[in-house]
């Protein structure tokens, strides 16, 4: 079972920015981190899960949500087994719980919540209106 262990959230104002680290630790043998694709998703209260970004096993390819295009990068370090989220240019709306979630190899569908097996716990980002 993969542990994944958000940090980095906090309060920042409009126009700030916050980088956001996920540490993976617990990959079975012969599962190592760099064999987990990785993403990124949020949720506002009395909303859903809404996907953000995706980052395949080496890195090579990233996927987007619109909402965040441009304003997010997603990186990882599997030397660390972490991945990154830097987030910029932030605005009230992106006040949410951010979480990472982790599928062994491959992902078919991005966007849906139950296409990732692990979840971290989650971290507060606010951005005061």
């Known amino acids: 079972q993969v542990q994944l262990v958000e940090s980095g959230g906090g309060l920042v104002q409009a126009g700030g920015s916050l980088k956001l680290s996920c540490a993976a630790s617990?990959?079975?043998?012969?599962?190592?981190?760099?064999?987990?694709?990785m993403g990124w998703f949020r949720q506002a209260p009395g909303m859903e899960r809404e996907f953000l970004v995706g980052?395949?096993?080496?890195?090579?390819?990233?996927n987007y949500a619109d909402s965040v295009k441009g304003r997010f990068t997603i990186s990882r370090d599997n030397a660390k087994n972490t991945v990154y989220l830097q987030m910029n240019s932030l605005k009230p709306e992106d006040t949410a719980v951010y979480y990472c979630?982790?599928?062994?190899?491959?992902?078919?569908?991005?966007?849906?919540?139950?296409?990732?097996?692990?979840w971290g716990q989650g971290t507060q980002v606010t951005v005061p209106s």
């Open positions: 979630a982790a599928e062994l190899g491959t992902v078919a569908l991005w966007e849906r919540t139950s296409s990732w097996t692990h």
């Open positions: 617990g990959a079975a043998s012969g599962r190592s981190f760099s064999r987990y694709v």
């Open positions: 980052i395949t096993v080496t890195g090579s390819h990233t």
